[in-house]
């Protein structure tokens, strides 16, 4: 009656596995609080699917053009995942359903040099504003969902090799650790689901596989670790995940001849019309309901039209190198919109797990096929530790249940890319992301385990140490840098608007935005000093137009003796660019002429439109008192006395 351990220790297994759950969350945290809301692959358009369902109650319908659809650009996606994550947003009021996000016209993919898709708003500052927090509410299903991936793939692991627990631990924490799973973790997305339930299927195919024979039981005793449920259970649960899953994501559809293939070894035609009638039956409908909507059993004209991209070269090799780069980046460690990446080191670190996993394999063939020193080759050979767990089982049958328990994990990965290239040549280029082979994560995390347990674990305990700090840093030190913040969270700029004042500038028909604050470094100036007053702006909706500041520091005859004319924040954050609710400090250098004479002047603070043949001349913008009524095209914010 002996527990199965670790070390020497006599750890429990499934304290370990307790051990790297807590090890993700502990990862996943910091992703969560690193990437800013809508600054991963398509999560503004999970989320308006998410806020779409909990206002509407309803599922989306596509319309050409895809503007005009119920969800712009993810309406063709099956509903499941957005469905869970629907009760975080169902609290929000009607008028609370809408992301109020503003376009960056920097972000590389238009040309320019930021990583940020969008704009960072104040209502992205905790404590955030109600669509916001609901928002991020949507982001933290990803980490239970993680969990339970870790989960399927411990089971996974244990199905394969009962007896090698490092085998498990390998594989969970290449899965735990993975920079690309932890990233995707923190998102609005129906990927982390889709992730989850292939690793289920997958330990459902291995427990259809493995099968328990009696000659097995015998073999192992009564504390056989292999499982017990009968095969029509299983297939009951395939049925069961492959609906979820195709009501998932349409990827899932690579899912279907894995799951088919094994239920037809295990269980012949019968079995497969069971599992094929659960599948059929439990995501059916929503495939009816796109023939009967659209005439397409996909419904991806929308997609065709918003997202499809520079088709793939096929012939070039250079395409094909560039492919595959981008692969390998997004499977491990590329964030953003696919367009933020790690250093040089932290992929060479991974194609290093990649290569000591192929070599470790090299060397379980090798043990297997090549006689030990000082023995012929007649003499019995130690298996390799993906088979030693088969050793008591009858010769004739060796063979066979090696290739047959390991065939699902061969065949997952080879169907998920094939998948992708299929997609590749319907979207383009932009098929190649790592994302998409998720639902094999699991089974090449176990290949990868399969090749690194060869290896001293004088080697691995490091490693996966290396591992950890990888996925640790890579919050800190490449993605929360990345993402400039020209807002203030409301209540500092409260704190730091410094001298109060009011003004409202605004055409009649607008809300347009509020200064609320003004302050003077030095607060005394000398003449030919440099006076730097900082402005602190609120925003009430968004801003269509590019406006300049202009500061004046007039004398008691009204004569302008000192100006600035610049837009906010030196030009890196116009007006154009605001989201409503923003708060930001905008401070303006005004440089006071030599001969200034000593006295008191008054600081003048207005908005204009440059004219392109006079750019100290243009359209002024109509100033409103806190009484709402009209002050002319500027406002007196006070005095500066001038020594």
Same mark, same amino acid.
């Given at each position: 009656?002996?527990?199965?351990?670790?070390?020497?220790?006599?750890?429990?297994?499934?304290?370990?596995?307790?051990?790297?759950?807590?090890?993700?969350?502990?990862?996943?945290?910091?992703?969560?609080?690193?990437?800013?809301?809508?600054?991963?692959?398509?999560?503004?358009?999970?989320?308006?699917?998410?806020?779409?369902?909990?206002?509407?109650?309803?599922?989306?319908?596509?319309?050409?053009? *895809?503007?005009?659809?119920?969800?712009?650009?993810?309406?063709?996606?099956?509903?499941?995942?957005? !469905?869970?994550?629907?009760?975080?947003?169902?609290?929000?009021?009607?008028?609370?359903?809408?992301?109020?996000?503003?376009?960056?016209?920097?972000?590389?993919?238009?040309?320019?040099?930021?990583?940020?898709?969008?704009?960072?708003?104040?209502?992205?500052?905790?404590?955030?504003?109600?669509?916001?927090?609901?928002?991020?509410?949507?982001?933290?299903?990803?980490?239970?969902?993680?969990?339970?991936?870790?989960?399927? @793939?411990?089971?996974?692991?244990?199905?394969?090799?009962?007896?090698?627990?490092?085998?498990?631990?390998?594989?969970?924490?290449?899965?735990?650790?993975?920079?690309?799973?932890?990233?995707?973790?923190?998102?609005?997305?129906?990927?982390?689901?889709?992730?989850?339930?292939?690793?289920?299927?997958?330990?459902?195919?291995?427990?259809?596989?493995?099968?328990?024979?009696?000659?097995?039981?015998?073999?192992?005793?009564?504390?056989?670790? !292999?499982? &017990?449920?009968?095969?029509?259970?299983?297939?009951?649960?395939?049925?069961?995940?492959?609906?979820?899953?195709?009501?998932?994501?349409?990827?899932?559809?690579?899912?279907? $001849?894995?799951?088919?293939?094994?239920?037809?070894?295990?269980?012949?035609?019968?079995?497969?019309?069971?599992?094929?009638?659960?599948?059929?039956?439990?995501?059916?409908?929503?495939?009816?309901?796109?023939?009967?909507?659209?005439?397409?059993?996909?419904?991806?004209? *929308?997609?065709?039209?918003?997202?499809? &991209?520079?088709?793939?070269?096929?012939?070039?090799?250079?395409?094909?190198?560039?492919?595959?780069?981008?692969?390998?980046?997004?499977?491990?460690?590329?964030?953003?919109?696919?367009?933020?990446?790690?250093?040089?080191?932290?992929?060479?670190?991974?194609?290093?797990?990649?290569?000591?996993?192929?070599?470790?394999?090299?060397?379980?063939?090798?043990?297997?096929? #090549?006689?030990?020193?000082?023995?012929?080759?007649?003499? $019995?050979?130690?298996?390799?530790?993906?088979?030693?767990? +088969?050793?008591?089982?009858?010769?004739?049958?060796?063979?066979?249940?090696?290739?047959?328990? =390991?065939?699902?994990?061969?065949?997952?990965?080879?169907?998920?890319?094939?998948?992708?290239?299929?997609?590749?040549?319907?979207?383009?280029? @932009?098929?190649?992301?790592?994302?998409?082979?998720?639902?094999?994560?699991?089974?090449?995390?176990?290949?990868?385990?399969?090749?690194?347990?060869?290896?001293?674990?004088?080697?691995?305990?490091?490693? +996966?140490?290396?591992?950890?700090?990888?996925?640790?840093?890579?919050?800190?030190?490449?993605?929360?840098? #990345?993402?400039?913040?020209?807002?203030? $969270?409301?209540?500092?700029?409260?704190?730091?608007?410094?001298?109060?004042?009011?003004?409202?500038?605004?055409?009649?028909?607008?809300?347009?935005?509020?200064?609320?604050?003004?302050?003077?470094?030095?607060? @005394?100036?000398?003449?030919? %000093?440099?006076?730097?007053?900082?402005?602190? =702006?609120?925003?009430?909706?968004?801003?269509?137009?590019?406006?300049?500041?202009?500061?004046?520091?007039?004398?008691?005859?009204?004569?302008?003796?000192?100006?600035?004319?610049?837009?906010?924040?030196?030009?890196?954050?116009?007006? &154009?660019?605001?989201?409503?609710?923003?708060?930001?400090? %905008?401070?303006? &250098?005004?440089? !006071?002429?030599?001969?200034?004479?000593?006295?008191?002047?008054?600081?003048?603070?207005?908005?204009?439109? $440059?004219?392109? *043949?006079?750019?100290?001349?243009?359209?002024?913008?109509?100033?409103?008192?806190? %009484?709402?009524?009209?002050?002319?095209?500027?406002?007196?914010?006070?005095?500066?006395?001038?020594?």
């Amino acid at each position: 009656m002996g527990v199965r351990t670790l070390t020497r220790w006599s750890i429990p297994a499934w304290l370990w596995c307790v051990g790297v759950g807590l090890v993700f969350i502990g990862l996943a945290w910091p992703y969560q609080c690193a990437v800013p809301l809508g600054e991963g692959p398509d999560e503004p358009g999970h989320m308006r699917y998410v806020l779409f369902l909990a206002g509407e109650r309803r599922l989306p319908i596509q319309r050409q053009p *895809s503007a005009l659809s119920d969800v712009p650009g993810e309406g063709h996606q099956p509903p499941l995942a957005y !469905l869970l994550a629907a009760p975080t947003a169902a609290w929000l009021g009607p008028d609370q359903r809408t992301l109020h996000l503003t376009s960056n016209p920097r972000f590389t993919w238009s040309g320019g040099d930021q990583a940020a898709a969008f704009m960072r708003g104040s209502n992205q500052y905790p404590p955030r504003q109600d669509e916001m927090r609901a928002w991020q509410l949507a982001r933290l299903l990803g980490i239970p969902l993680g969990v339970l991936t870790l989960v399927w @793939v411990w089971g996974s692991a244990r199905l394969l090799i009962p007896h090698d627990h490092w085998f498990a631990l390998l594989a969970t924490m290449l899965v735990a650790t993975l920079p690309q799973f932890l990233f995707t973790a923190a998102l609005v997305t129906n990927d982390t689901l889709l992730t989850m339930l292939s690793a289920a299927l997958l330990w459902v195919c291995l427990a259809l596989v493995r099968g328990n024979p009696p000659s097995a039981r015998a073999a192992h005793g009564a504390e056989s670790p !292999l499982p &017990t449920a009968h095969p029509r259970r299983l297939i009951i649960a395939a049925g069961l995940l492959g609906a979820l899953a195709l009501l998932t994501k349409q990827s899932a559809l690579l899912l279907l $001849p894995l799951a088919a293939g094994v239920v037809w070894w295990r269980a012949g035609l019968r079995g497969v019309g069971l599992w094929a009638g659960i599948t059929a039956g439990g995501a059916g409908w929503w495939y009816l309901r796109n023939v009967w909507l659209y005439g397409d059993l996909l419904g991806v004209q *929308s997609f065709r039209e918003s997202y499809t &991209t520079a088709p793939m070269q096929w012939r070039e090799p250079a395409a094909w190198g560039a492919a595959i780069g981008q692969l390998f980046r997004s499977s491990t460690a590329l964030f953003g919109w696919v367009n933020l990446s790690a250093p040089s080191w932290v992929y060479a670190v991974y194609l290093g797990v990649v290569v000591a996993a192929m070599y470790g394999w090299l060397m379980q063939v090798q043990r297997r096929t #090549a006689p030990l020193a000082g023995q012929s080759p007649s003499d $019995p050979q130690p298996p390799p530790a993906v088979l030693r767990d +088969l050793r008591g089982m009858p010769s004739s049958g060796l063979h066979r249940a090696a290739w047959g328990v =390991w065939l699902p994990v061969l065949a997952l990965p080879l169907l998920a890319l094939i998948w992708l290239i299929g997609f590749a040549a319907v979207a383009g280029v @932009v098929a190649w992301q790592g994302r998409l082979l998720f639902p094999a994560l699991a089974a090449g995390a176990l290949l990868l385990a399969g090749g690194l347990r060869a290896l001293p674990r004088l080697v691995l305990g490091p490693l +996966l140490m290396l591992l950890i700090g990888v996925a640790a840093w890579l919050p800190y030190g490449i993605i929360a840098p #990345a993402y400039q913040w020209y807002t203030l $969270p409301p209540a500092q700029a409260q704190q730091q608007r410094g001298q109060p004042t009011y003004a409202r500038f605004a055409a009649a028909w607008e809300q347009g935005v509020e200064l609320h604050g003004w302050e003077l470094d030095p607060a @005394v100036p000398r003449a030919g %000093d440099d006076l730097h007053l900082s402005l602190t =702006w609120h925003a009430l909706e968004p801003v269509p137009r590019d406006w300049t500041v202009f500061i004046h520091l007039v004398d008691h005859d009204d004569t302008i003796v000192a100006q600035s004319n610049s837009r906010p924040q030196q030009g890196q954050f116009p007006t &154009t660019l605001w989201t409503a609710g923003d708060w930001l400090r %905008d401070t303006h &250098t005004i440089t !006071l002429p030599a001969t200034l004479a000593p006295a008191t002047y008054t600081v003048r603070v207005g908005l204009y439109r $440059p004219r392109q *043949s006079d750019p100290r001349r243009g359209t002024r913008q109509q100033v409103w008192g806190a %009484d709402g009524q009209p002050r002319g095209t500027y406002t007196d914010v006070g005095t500066v006395q001038v020594r």
